[in-house]
């Protein structure tokens, strides 16, 4: 759903849209929210701690059965449109944005499910590329429009499944699991508290606020090798530690026992998710959060080394501005920051005072509102 639009207008805008492309009004609506990670980076593929919340920004998608055995993908954002015959469907044979949607569809069938001829259309507010987790939106609602409109009968851990192995398998993007947990899991008004060791959510009221994203209109490239470069680092550190994942990693034992870039990466990690527990007692409690979300950002930026200039700069700001806390959110080098307790309007007259005088795009602040997860809507 974009800004100001009620979910009648969002139903009738794409049902019309898809009635132009196809033909045909579809079988159903469905949507899926964009993510902001409050705090906990990088601690998914470690069998860490997380804390996003679901934002007002949404990819909607319109779909329809069809008689012969084809997908058809149009996406209103995106130029082209892809037709796939459903038995050429499979890694490595499609390319650009329908992959994400045949990825879904090839990682159902190979659940077992009897593959079915669609035609999709994908709308979205989610900004692509913004560290907003457009992907997982866009996989989370194509899986479960699908699951819904075929009766497949799969929960919420399922549809996670399907959803990270469409981006990670098929996509071949090296991604954990926060984006489809916190998409498919959220509650409004709450962020979600994931557990990646014990594969556990539980909801926590988010009070604290005004919650506001800065894009800073810097691309990351997640497919690529900097992230998968972090990945493999972090399994070198708990392979040298002993351990399965860096979660059973204590900070003596980092300190002590590793050294150099394998100390720092694990050093992020093992503190990150003593940060997200103490965000989550305060959030309880009532209490301050203290610094968890500026040391978040520290630690992401000097032990891990995945912020950029841009986004340690927003962070600057947002500290001069009296934040709760900032910090770069998603996988980095690029993308959002998260900035708790300045309001927008202020916030937004600092970035383009700061970066006024600095070449290059200005950063766009804007706030958001913790909110629902997934769901059919028309
Ligand atoms: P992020 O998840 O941070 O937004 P990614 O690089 O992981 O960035 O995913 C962005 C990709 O997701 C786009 O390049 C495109 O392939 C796909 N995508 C996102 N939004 C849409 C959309 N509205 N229509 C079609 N594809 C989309
Ligand atoms: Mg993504």
Redo the contacts with the bound molecule.
């Keep these: 759903m974009k800004n100001g639009q009620t979910l009648s207008d969002e139903v009738s805008k794409i049902t019309d849209r898809f009635a132009e492309l196809t033909g045909h009004q579809p079988d159903g609506v469905w949507e899926a929210p964009g993510r902001v990670n409050l705090i906990g980076e990088h601690t998914d593929y470690n069998g860490g701690l997380a804390l996003p919340f679901a934002i007002e920004r949404h990819?909607t998608i319109a779909l329809r059965s069809l008689e012969q055995a084809e997908l058809r993908c149009f996406?209103t954002?995106?130029p082209g449109w892809s037709l796939n015959p459903v038995s050429a469907i499979r890694p490595g044979a499609i390319d650009?944005?329908p992959a994400?949607v045949a990825g879904v569809f090839w990682a159902l069938v190979d659940k077992g499910w009897e593959p079915h001829g669609l035609e999709l259309l994908?709308?979205?507010s989610?900004p692509?590329?913004?560290?907003?987790?457009?992907?997982?939106a866009?996989t989370v609602s194509t899986a479960m429009s699908i699951n819904d409109r075929f009766e497949l009968g799969l929960g919420q851990d399922e549809l996670v499944d399907i959803a990270h192995r469409a981006e990670s398998e098929f996509v071949g993007?090296p991604v954990g699991r926060l984006d489809q947990t916190a998409i498919v899991g959220a509650r409004a008004s709450n962020a979600l508290l994931i557990d990646f060791e014990s594969h556990s959510i539980s909801h926590v009221p988010l009070k604290i606020g005004p919650l506001v994203v800065v894009d800073t209109k810097v691309k990351h490239a997640?497919v690529e090798g900097d992230y998968a470069q972090r990945r493999l680092e972090c399994e070198q550190a708990s392979n040298a530690l002993g351990y399965a994942s860096l979660r059973s990693a204590t900070l003596e034992e980092v300190e002590t026992r590793l050294s150099g870039t394998l100390q720092r990466r694990a050093r992020h990690v093992v503190t990150e998710n003593a940060r997200v527990m103490s965000t989550v007692d305060a959030l309880r409690s009532g209490t301050s959060v203290g610094d968890a979300i500026f040391a978040s950002h520290r630690s992401l930026r000097d032990d891990f080394e995945v912020s950029c200039f841009e986004l340690d700069a927003v962070v600057s700001v947002a500290e001069r501005c009296g934040a709760i806390g900032a910090r770069m959110v998603?996988g980095g080098f690029g993308?959002s920051a998260v900035v708790v307790g300045v309001e927008v309007e202020l916030l937004q007259r600092e970035i383009d005072s700061a970066f006024s005088k600095v070449a290059g795009v200005i950063p766009e602040a804007f706030e958001v509102k913790p909110s629902a997860g997934a769901r059919r809507i028309g």
């Excluded at 692509?128 to 997982?136: C, H, K, M």
């Design positions: 990819t996406s954002d995106y650009g944005w994400y994908i709308s979205s989610v692509s590329g913004s560290g907003l987790s457009s992907s997982a866009l993007a997640n998603g993308g």
